[in-house]
């Protein structure tokens, strides 16, 4: 806690377009500036539509191990070394204590299934696909591509053509069977009635029984964050990979702060302004 200010700062990040690198998934841009957060004691929340195992790989390569947030706000997930965050209604699983806000991911591709027969040859999912085309589709590696489909609470599909009048009418589907769609920056993801703003306010509840008074910043780049960035006392956004800065957010989150940079790029900029404010 900043004992100027008398608050403790959270970052919620998006990971794919703002901590990692659209096209090749590195954070080598953001590095430094996440080392100077965590030297100036803020914890930094990966929110993001991936897997449990593909962030827990991902925070195993960086310093420190902070609570994040799992396949669009499906689940909290709360490393031991945070224990004092977790609440009963908290299962343990391994290392993590884990509150489940999604449904069970078999009812999701269940659905999902019944609404690809009403649309044949319009949609494939990760369900359809084995580890080696996923890792050609999404520039991932096989290990990544395994990881990426190890899901628990949402299934990843993409439009095989590009038909609005055909997206349309699946995303409609979709909302009649009592799922959500969201589009990231490669893919849709149909999940359960959540989303990263509810589990982001959530966790924020166990922040402030701990430290108090928090102030939250969230960082992302594309629609999909749009619930997190709406949920934080201030929101980032970085620009995406055209180097534009997501105009539907602009609209709909008119005080958004704009960072001047694409993904890892900006990410680190607005990174490094929070730590230069905390001495």
């Known amino acids: 806690m900043h004992p100027a200010t008398g608050y403790q700062r959270i970052v919620y990040s998006d990971l794919d377009g703002t901590f990692l690198d659209h096209n090749s998934y590195s954070f080598a841009d953001s590095l430094d500036s996440y080392k100077l957060l965590c030297d100036r004691g ?28 799992v396949e669009n706000g499906a ?18 699983q ?19 299934q019944m609404i690809k027969e009403m649309f044949p040859n319009k949609l494939i ?15 991932l590696s096989i290990d990544q591509a395994v990881q990426a489909r190890q899901r628990e609470y949402s299934e990843v599909f993409k439009f095989i053509d590009h038909d609005p009048e ?28 959540h989303d990263k703003g509810q589990a982001v306010k959530r966790l924020n509840r166990l922040f402030e029984k701990t430290y108090g008074r928090i102030m939250t910043i969230g960082i992302g780049d594309s629609l999909n964050d749009l619930p997190m960035l ?23 989150l008119p005080h958004v702060h704009l960072a001047d940079g694409i993904g890892p790029q900006g990410w680190a900029l607005k990174a490094k302004e929070i730590a230069s404010q905390i001495l």
Request: glycine share 6%; with cysteine; proline share 5%.
């Open 94 to 112: 391994g290392s993590y204590h884990i509150l489940q806000l999604g449904v069970h991911y078999n009812q999701v591709v269940k659905q999902l």
């Open 230 to 252: 709406a949920a934080v006392d201030q929101p980032v956004l970085v620009k995406k990979v055209d180097g534009t800065h997501d105009r539907e957010i602009l609209q709909r």
């Open 125 to 139: 999912s990760f369900s359809d696909m084995a580890p080696e085309e996923v890792s050609a589709d999404a520039g």
């Open 166 to 193: 055909v997206e349309s009418r699946v995303i409609e589907e979709i909302k009649a069977y009592g799922f959500m769609c969201s589009k990231g920056g490669r893919y849709y993801l149909m999940h359960g009635s």
């Open 75 to 92: 689940a909290i997930c709360i490393p031991d070394d945070f224990s004092h965050l977790s609440a009963p209604v908290f299962k343990q």
């Open 42 to 69: 803020v914890p930094i929340i990966f929110c993001s539509s991936k897997t449990r195992i593909e962030i827990d790989t991902l925070q195993k390569k960086l310093p420190g191990k902070n609570p994040f947030i």
